[in-house]
């Protein structure tokens, strides 16, 4: 499986797409249902690859689509490049504007010391199936929960957020977000990783992360 790193990704130049935590997202406006509908059909009809991931939501003025490779996790290859290119086409035979600054993903982390002890609970709970955690996260097959990872800890005592969000977005508007973010009463707790991830903190203490795949393989 040819995976590709997040440089090869966007030296792609897929100017609708932006690639998030593990595959590629795209948001597409619509004028009216019908048309998000035409779309998403003519989108299903270019898969060509049983592993191939592909989703399509549609929403009142927008359809958006996530395309990956499934293999032993979910990942972007040549052949997700090329089906985003064709996406990409049949949107613009179809008259769609892409809208790839507004594509997000949720992840859910939780802090633990013992990843392979609880994984499978995760696992079974949110998808029905232990099986699907895969190296450091629960990956739900129909993309119906948000993606859950386990960030490692070393085992403590004293109480401490164990959960936290990350917030993926593009590159170009991370900083805006955050900006918004602490404006709203917000702070940056820690931005040294920056702009691959940067920790803020709501009012009351509780912290999440800003991730874009800049500075990342």
Not at 60 to 82: E, K, M, N, Y
Not at 106 to 131: K, V
């Amino acid at each position: 499986m040819d995976t590709l790193t997040n440089e090869e990704i966007r030296e792609a130049g897929l100017a609708d797409w932006r690639k998030l935590a593990q595959a590629l997202y795209a948001r597409f406006r619509t004028p009216d249902y019908s048309a998000g509908a035409a779309f998403a059909t003519a989108v299903s009809g270019v898969v060509e690859a049983e592993n191939q991931h592909l989703e399509v939501r549609l929403a009142p003025g927008l359809v958006d689509v996530i395309v990956g490779t499934r293999q032993d996790g979910l990942w972007v290859t040549g052949r997700d490049i090329t089906l985003a290119q064709q996406i990409s086409q049949i949107a613009r035979d179809s008259g769609l504007a892409a809208e790839p600054t507004a594509v997000t993903q949720l992840e859910i982390a939780l802090d633990t010391a013992h990843e392979d002890r609880i994984g499978p609970f995760w696992a079974a709970l949110l998808t029905g199936d232990p099986s699907n955690k895969v190296h450091d996260a629960v990956l739900d097959p129909t993309g119906s929960v948000p993606a859950m990872w386990f960030q490692p800890t070393d085992e403590h005592e004293t109480p401490r957020q164990r959960w936290h969000f990350d917030l993926w977005l593009a590159p170009e508007v991370a900083d805006e977000r955050i900006a918004t973010a602490v404006s709203a009463g917000g702070t940056v707790v820690d931005d040294s990783w920056a702009p691959s991830f940067t920790v803020l903190a709501d009012p009351d203490g509780n912290r999440v992360c800003v991730c874009t795949p800049l500075d990342r393989a």
